[in-house]
């Protein structure tokens, strides 16, 4: 009878260890990204292993990836989409046009983490969460709607352009103001067109 009650015990403990392991956090794995994608906060690596399955391998995840730089910027496919997004996901905490509400306002030149003025920055804040009520998104959007996300934030922006560290050169001289009722056609050519081609 003592025999089988220590191996009882010896069972439960070893239960209740693994299931205390699982609830540690997860160590992050290597980086399939060649751009340094960190935690605003931590400043950990981002596991990107870990993401929905969906929209991981689009051509525009693939080159963000690769450079650092969302492709998205000035795509009206994906401005549109990233818009849905946004107002689905994001405007509830910093409002329909990105002027703060509980959340930080995003369309102007002040940036609560600084290294939001890059994609990478701004796409790892989405991706990991930060201070307050922003919670990690990486469980509820794909990279491409992150991408797509981030692009209409930078759509959104009223500031000046000589602070908008995200766009080229080319499009700098381009930029325009967000201006308020702004549409788009139901389905505009670009990386993000439902056909898939541009």
């Known amino acids: 009878m003592i025999q089988r009650r220590t191996a009882l015990g ?17 160590a992050t794995t290597a980086q399939s990204s060649a ?10 690596k981002l596991d990107l292993s870990d993401v929905l399955p969906e929209g991981k391998d689009t051509p525009g995840v693939k080159q963000f990836l690769a450079t650092g730089h969302n492709p998205y910027i000035t795509d009206a496919s994906c401005l549109k989409k990233g818009e849905q997004t946004f107002l689905a996901a994001c405007s509830g905490c910093h409002g329909h046009i990105g002027e703060g509400k509980i959340g930080p306002g995003l369309a102007d030149n002040y ?14 804040t989405v991706f990991g969460g930060a201070n307050g009520q922003m919670g990690p998104h990486n469980e509820s959007l794909t990279l491409d709607d992150m991408l797509q996300v981030t692009a209409w934030v930078r759509h959104l922006y009223t500031g000046p352009v000589k602070d908008a560290e995200w766009l080229n050169d080319e499009q700098k001289k ?3 103001p967000y201006k308020l009722g702004e549409t788009f056609p139901d389905d505009p050519p670009g990386m993000c067109a439902k056909s898939g081609k541009s």
């Open 111 to 124: 940036w609560t983490y600084p290294q939001n003025t890059t994609d990478a920055g701004l796409f790892s």
């Open 35 to 44: 751009v340094d994608l960190r935690n605003v906060v931590t400043g950990e």
């Open 174 to 176: 381009k930029y325009t």
């Open 10 to 26: 010896a069972s439960l403990g070893l239960v209740i260890l693994i299931a205390g392991l699982g609830a540690l956090p997860r």
